[in-house]
């Protein structure tokens, strides 16, 4: 018997594949890291039968964006899938193609994210977590799992993803699984393989931005400076930066900027930049001391 994930490229073969055991996903767009791989150890912990999905999902990319030139390699990331703690015998790589997963066209009905979808990420890129919803909902109904996982990575995606969920009754847990990042403080995203040696300094502005203003909140800053310093460090580091957001973990409201955050209150500090061409978004929780 192979050891190897059934690879499913249909709804037919992913139907067959599926077995009738508590169900663990993880929904990936490809370019698999080890971000991606630490989602699916969280899935292989919960799960008795892993499902990862490989789709890039036109809906959620802008027609000026990188939908074209966004890395695929499906041979590399079924062998990155397979060995201990991962992918076995039993478990499912989806990889649709988009006829497959829009046999109608692209949808006339969609999953709106509502007040979620309009700010920062949103605000940036028009329609993108409609898109990201609507495949969303659409795995799930495929894939039928028990346990859904989704990167703090993407946290608008994450807190978007778990009110859906909510709102629309769909019968799955949302599991947040931490941002992986490289030793100098990177987060790990599949858009990194775009930076060049010279880019690669400028973007640790991001993480660094983000312990400076997480520093702040423990010290006791309020929100505004919080906001302020966490941008001129940013803009220090050469990166040009798209937001710097301070929000509600559940609502991705933004926190007042004159009241005083009550002690061990916490947020979402969550900030998005370019480096060159090259769009990277990244964040941490701040908790006030
Ligand atoms: O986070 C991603 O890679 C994508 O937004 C997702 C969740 C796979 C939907 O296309």
Known sequence: MTSAPT??????????????????????????????????????????????????????????EDLDRYPRDLAGDLERLTGPGLLGAG????????????????????????????????????????GVLTVVLKLMHLTRPAFALFGRKDVQQLVAVARMVRDLDVDLTVVPVPTVRDADGLALSSRNAYLTAEQRPVALGLSRALAAGERAAAGGAGPAAVRALTREVLVAAGVDPDYVALVDPETFGDVPEDTAPQTGSVAVLAVAGRVGDTRLIDNTDVRWA
Request: net charge negative; no cysteine.
């Open 91 to 130: 478990d499912v790589v989806f990889a649709p193609e988009r006829s497959e997963v829009y046999p109608d066209g692209d949808p006339v009905v969609r999953v709106a994210a509502g007040a979620i979808g309009d700010v920062y990420e949103g605000a940036v890129r028009p329609g993108h977590l409609d």
């Open 7 to 64: 690879l499913a490229r249909t709804r037919a073969e992913l139907d067959l594949a599926l077995r009738p055991v508590p169900r663990a996903v993880v929904m990936t767009m490809g370019a698999l890291h080890d971000g991606h791989l630490s989602l699916v150890r969280e899935a292989r912990s919960r799960g008795e039968q892993v499902v990862v999905t490989i789709f890039v999902n036109p809906l959620q990319f802008a027609p000026a």
